[in-house]
């Protein structure tokens, strides 16, 4: 494991085909099924297993062991965190997922954030920029041509989203406190924020032509980190 490496993986859901879900849900431990087992919809009960058999699995090509001896807790934010050895270094793991897609990000010690979006999403991108953004964010919507607002407003969300999900608030932090431009993805802060863009590395990614990827790593060095990406199928999960 280096020190200095974040990996990301991604999986379609349509490369799960029906045989492959059983073996999916082997890869959980029994927390996760009992969690399954209160599950209404199939959509939402299969990308539950998709996205956490990709996590274990990312988990175990990093130390060997079986994907579902992994165990999480909740941390003071309320974030789950992989349990690890006493005086081990931690293993910082975040998930997303939306529709048609589920992706992971794994670090060593340092506070890491993904998500991704559907850029298929309908939504009133306009309205829910002035009601989130902040204002350089909203002139960058305002300035982009029609045909493109959608793609904007969903880069800007997801790397707002994978930032706040790195410092563990959630939702919980007001998204108009910082704001991102694009090509290549920064960030600036308002006053109030106790943060140093300098110590960010964030990063963005399409993934075939309907998904955008974000990540949000914290780091004292950026320029020193390794990014590897990593398209996977269930094929590749079972024999990690």
Request: charge should be negative; glycine fraction near 4%; aromatic fraction near 8%.
């Amino acid at each position: 494991m280096q020190a200095d490496k974040v990996e990301i993986w991604w999986m379609r859901m349509d490369a799960v085909a029906f045989d492959d879900w059983q073996r999916l849900e082997a890869l959980l431990d029994d927390d996760d099924h009992q969690r399954l087992a209160r599950f209404n919809h199939v959509q939402g009960r299969q990308t539950y297993v998709a996205a956490h058999a990709l996590a274990r699995a990312l988990l175990s090509s990093w130390q060997r062991r079986p994907p579902e001896d992994w165990r999480f807790v909740i941390d003071g934010r309320g974030k789950p965190e992989v349990v690890v050895p006493a005086g081990a270094p931690r293993l910082r793991l975040n998930l997303s997922h939306t529709n048609g897609l589920v992706a992971a990000a794994l670090c060593l010690d340092h506070d890491v954030g993904i998500d991704v979006e559907d850029l298929g999403r309908k939504a009133d991108c306009l309205a829910l920029g002035k009601r989130f953004f902040a204002p350089s964010e909203c002139a960058l919507l305002q300035a982009v041509p029609p045909q493109r607002l959608t793609e904007t407003f969903l880069s800007l969300w997801t790397l707002k989203e994978a930032y706040v999900k790195a410092i563990g608030k959630g939702l919980a932090q007001a998204l108009d406190r910082f704001a991102f431009t694009l090509e290549p993805p920064a960030i600036t802060f308002a006053q109030a924020m106790d943060d140093d863009a300098a110590h960010w590395l964030f990063h963005q990614e399409r993934v075939g032509d309907d998904h955008v990827l974000a990540l949000a790593l914290h780091h004292p060095h950026p320029q020193q980190v390794a990014m590897s990406w990593r398209a996977v199928t269930p094929a590749d999960l079972a024999v990690t």
